[in-house]
């Protein structure tokens, strides 16, 4: 008989979604009148911005010209939006990337877990408690972990506790890892990083030889020019940490579809024949697992570059971030304590008195209508907590804090 990938086993039953979703159809099926509110799953859901939407309609007419009829197209990504991308993202902001370091890909959460590919199993990983499950499981399909254990946490991960005690910034291992999972602005808490404190990362990963995974896929949201929204905005960052970006979340890309890795030229690891570079273990990687994001949506991502396409993008991330900032007021004005919203579209909530992250979760559910995502399902450091997102509309939101601030 064929014999599975045992490690799937290990993996959690009570998925954190699932078990939304589950909570959520047993409320609709017990008050099929109620009209919810979803502030739960971090998904978009404003329109495409026109720019990027026409870019796509002329891409696909030309797609049905004989001149201008594309096939497979580069693995790595169309040449004219990795300059775009290297330009506009990263030179800009005085970072040295190039375009020949920028491999396009279909999304990020695919990206954060191939890498994984290119990696010895043997890594020594750690990741920040909470945490975007998507860098954990990946672990654990693979093979990198023990089984779960009381706390829902694996073993052979070293965790890095995150919460209001450390301003949600993990401290700094006193032991040696290889690989580091990063996220900034941070999904779930909404926090953010500041040179320093990614200086400090980026130190820690020379000293010990280890390589940063840094997530930036809410980059946009953030708000003070002073932060960094790229850790090659860090010196020595080139030596030491690869970076995941996406136009999900800011030109609103999650149905269509287009992300990026950037992965430096100066980046080696050891093999068991010696040192080799990154870059090259991932070009071959892509280039035999992967056939290339579509032509139409990547001239649909390099209209995020136009001047248009700029106009649009900022106005849709400003009104997110207004609903963000409606959320924390609100809420603030009704007694909770809440972090982050500032330079993320996420809003994490301290529970209130005696309530777990769960019980909140169906408190709310039953008497606001309103749908969120319970800390602990990030992570067992996530207990007593709660994310709002603010993806959604004016009307819904400011509707969903009118619900809670009356409870
Ligand atoms: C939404 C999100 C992404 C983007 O994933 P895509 O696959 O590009 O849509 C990446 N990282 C985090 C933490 C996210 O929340």
Redesign the pocket.
């Known amino acids: 008989m064929v014999k599975v990938n045992s490690n799937y086993l290990k993996l959690q039953a009570g998925y954190l979604f699932p078990e939304i979703a589950r909570r959520v159809n047993s409320f609709k099926q017990a008050s099929p009148n109620a009209d919810l509110i979803r502030l739960g799953i971090?998904d978009v859901t404003e329109p495409l911005p026109p720019a990027c939407r026409e870019a796509m309609k002329a891409a696909i007419d030309e797609m049905g010209t004989t001149e201008g009829f594309r096939g497979y197209g580069p693995e790595q990504g169309y040449i004219w939006l990795r300059e775009a991308i290297a330009k506009e993202e990263f030179q800009k902001r005085g970072c040295e990337v190039d375009p020949d370091e920028i491999f396009i890909s279909d999304?990020?959460?695919?990206d954060?877990s191939n890498i994984l590919d290119i990696l010895d199993i043997e890594n020594r990983i750690a990741v920040t408690d909470p945490v975007?499950p998507v860098y954990v499981d990946s672990n654990v399909m693979s093979g990198r972990t023990g089984p779960a254990g009381d706390l829902g946490r694996y073993g052979g991960l070293l965790y890095l506790p995150i919460g209001a005690e450390n301003s949600f910034q993990a401290t700094i291992p006193d032991q040696k890892v290889d690989l580091i999972y990063l996220?900034f602005p941070n999904?779930p808490t909404g926090a953010v990083a500041n040179k320093e404190q990614l200086q400090n990362w980026v130190n820690y990963a020379k000293r010990n030889e280890a390589l940063i995974l840094f997530?930036a896929?809410y980059e946009a949201f953030i708000q003070d020019k002073a932060l960094p929204h790229s850790i090659y905005e860090i010196e020595g960052a080139r030596d030491c940490a690869i970076e995941?970006r996406?136009f999900?979340?800011n030109a609103g890309f999650?149905g269509i579809r287009c992300?990026y890795t950037v992965i430096p030229k100066d980046l080696v690891g050891q093999s068991v024949d010696g040192k080799v570079d990154l870059w090259s273990l991932w070009n071959r990687r892509q280039s035999t697992k992967f056939n290339g994001v579509s032509y139409v949506v990547q001239r649909g991502a390099e209209a995020a570059y136009s001047s248009e396409g700029k106009a649009q993008i900022s106005t849709l991330v400003n009104f997110y971030m207004e609903n963000a900032s409606i959320i924390r007021r609100d809420l603030s004005a009704a007694g909770l304590t809440v972090y982050g919203g500032e330079h993320a579209p996420y809003v994490w909530i301290k529970t209130p008195k005696d309530f777990d992250s769960w019980d909140f979760f169906d408190y709310l559910l039953k008497n606001a209508n309103v749908v969120g995502t319970p800390g602990s399902g990030f992570g067992a450091a996530g207990e007593g907590y709660f994310r709002l997102s603010a993806f959604n509309s004016r009307e819904n939101v400011v509707k969903a804090m009118n619900r809670i601030s009356s409870l």
Do not use: E, I, L
């Open positions: 971090g999304g990020s959460k695919c954060s975007y996220c999904n997530d896929a995941f996406s999900s979340k999650t992300a």
